[in-house]
């Protein structure tokens, strides 16, 4: 299933420079953007994969008070249900949000989840699954490290299960002490606590976004010494292989978790990823309506 | 009048789960949503309205300073006249904007309410109209009752207005004293300062939001004590007709003004009203850009 | 190549009332409109330009803090480009953006500034220029009066450099000497303190908007005696050319930099320049996409 939908993903995608693919085959379908905490990029990411496949698309920034949230989450949802909206992404700040919105829409509604507290952001995950297929062909014999603050991140997760289900041998979790999820969690993946040892001979270098009062729980009190400590340079980046390629899921903190040269420089495969994940969403929308018939 | 827009609106009906019809009549035509109070439901519901006819939406919020309002207001409709906007949709907390916006605006733009203070909320009260003739057929013979702060809601002036003009015989509203409209307004209605009169024997039930400061004025200080007076629960539900029908404007407090079971039961009608807000906007829309001829 | 600009966007331009242009120029291009300061006017302005062109058109309102604010901004434009938006209309309150974007993204990318701090407004000025010909024809004979705060005026600047581009042969600036921009600016521009001899006999009228902060730099304290010193009254008007037409690029201080009743009345081109801004846009849209050949 993930390797069909990556296919597809790989048909929508295009060089930089030329134009995207244009498809009809959401006509007169609607595609509601329903996001509780801000996130442009990705609402425009899915923003731009719906049009382009020719859907209707409506923006719903959604401010709820945490008292009333769930069972205003659902009667919003009942209503775009009603405006005979036919998928529904979903972006919120707490745990279990898609799957209550699922379980209780109508089954003729999709429902993608664009990122769901620090649990997961599927459609990330299968973009950097996309990504690194186009760097290295295939994943079964791969190292592949995931740097940073793994504890609270839902890319770091999502990560981890596509990458898992792929078959990618070494799969190592690099991060300070604090930072590190749970011991039941990550199962299979290596634990680093040093780049040193983290980035080794590795395939893929995969940096997170910081958080500056994660640092401190590190105890590392500052950009200046968290960079020190976790910050991806071009002389640290040396110790992977010598085609390793380096992504972050952005918004990037340069100079903090990783030094501009690199995330501009000849390994950075970073703006790969966004041109893939517009494709990815193409996929995902093209799979959930497709699996419908036509209209 | 009324009658044919509720003709043209159902027209514009399909079941939950179809496709919404889909038309060019308004292609090449520009809508403008013209918001100074947040209403994400509404701006929704015409935008897909507008969008399901061809026509370009575009949004705008607008935050005005009230000492500069009128003026600006009528700067900004100048200046969407000037770009070839067809049809604006306002939605202001202020009586009066839409009338002086109508009133200065060149004849051939089309103004629309969205709702205008407490005054009125039309595309609301034809809604509501839509729904009731969908479950009970015909109106003139028919109890409806409507239930809360009558006094600073638009969307029952509206539904006042609409019921009035289509014959319904027993118009019944529903409050606490205090929220009771002043004696000239609502003539022809029966007023009821307790459920179990106001909903004995009626056929639709309309309950309206209350906002927490109207409780205190109605000295039901709070959530508790005012389910307790005026809220909607089954059992109350079971003194009026066995197939009355539940609306409610949304969003719902439930546990305040409706319990959920009720909003989510079977006698429920308030997902239809959201399915025929979007026919009735498309119906209101084809209508005065109809009247036009062809572009 | 200004007056290539403005004849192609004169043919853009329609009577209000009429249908505006359309066409499938852009068709399977996308604009993103991405501004970091608000602005509706100019926004929607652009993007009602672009989706009469066909083009899919994004909005992306961005708040950055200074810091990081070059860094983040580029990152943007560069997830921007990966998306494969093909146009962006960058907005920002800061010298030097639109130029650095232009200098960091790819080549078939285009760039558009829809407003730079105090420095530039390049549409402004055309729409400016396309208004002055459609009312006098030619400008290598004209007399035009640019009033208010010069000194921090963007739209200022690009009227400035269009007229002159143009061999407008006076070209005046009127404004209270605090308001007066630095000597070695607006070279060949004659430099008045009064209304008197800034309007004598002049064919155009061009106010700007005064802040209210900028009243008190330049020691008229309030909007009272700022409108008595440099506000445009129908006495005033008076002194300038019986044909001359009045310009404001809006939005209005109405009272303080001009009256009411000389905004409405018959010499006013406000509106039309609204109508031509559209056009304008259409005409940058089509010749930067234009030259680039088919699709």
Not at 39 to 56: C, P
Request: proline share 6%.
């Amino acid at each position: 299933m993930i390797e069909q939908l990556l296919d597809r993903a790989q048909s929508y995608v295009r060089p930089i420079g030329a134009q995207p693919p244009a498809s009809r085959l959401l006509a007169g379908r609607t595609v509601a953007n329903l996001f509780t905490e801000p996130s442009t990029r990705t609402r425009v990411s899915f923003e731009l994969a719906a049009k382009r496949l020719g859907a209707d698309v409506v923006n719903l920034e959604v401010q709820l008070s945490s008292r009333v949230k769930g069972e205003s989450m659902l009667d919003t949802v009942y209503t775009l249900q009603s405006l005979h909206v036919d998928v529904m992404v979903i972006r919120d700040a707490e745990t279990g949000v898609p799957a209550t919105v699922a379980a209780n829409v109508a089954p003729h509604v999709s429902i993608l989840s664009a990122g769901e507290a620090h649990v997961s952001h599927p459609t990330q995950g299968l973009l950097d699954a996309l990504t690194v297929r186009q760097h290295k062909g295939r994943l079964d014999n791969l190292s592949i490290s995931i740097v940073g603050d793994i504890r609270h991140s839902r890319v770091a997760r999502s990560a981890y299960h596509v990458f898992s289900a792929l078959g990618v041998p070494d799969l190592r979790i690099v991060a300070p002490p604090a930072l590190m999820p749970e011991p039941g969690e990550f199962s299979g993946c290596s634990r680093h606590t040093t780049l040193e040892s983290g980035l080794k001979d590795t395939d893929v270098v995969m940096m997170l976004r910081i958080q500056k009062e994660r640092m401190a729980q590190a105890e590392l009190p500052d950009a200046d010494r968290y960079f020190a400590n976790y910050g991806l340079t071009s002389e640290r980046l040396s110790t992977a292989r010598r085609d390793a390629i380096v992504m972050h899921p952005q918004p990037m903190n340069r100079g903090i978790e990783i030094a501009s040269d690199v995330a501009d420089g000849p390994s950075s495969a970073i703006r790969d990823q966004v041109r893939n994940g517009v494709a990815v969403r193409m996929a995902v929308l093209a799979e959930v309506m497709g699996s419908r018939g036509a209209p």
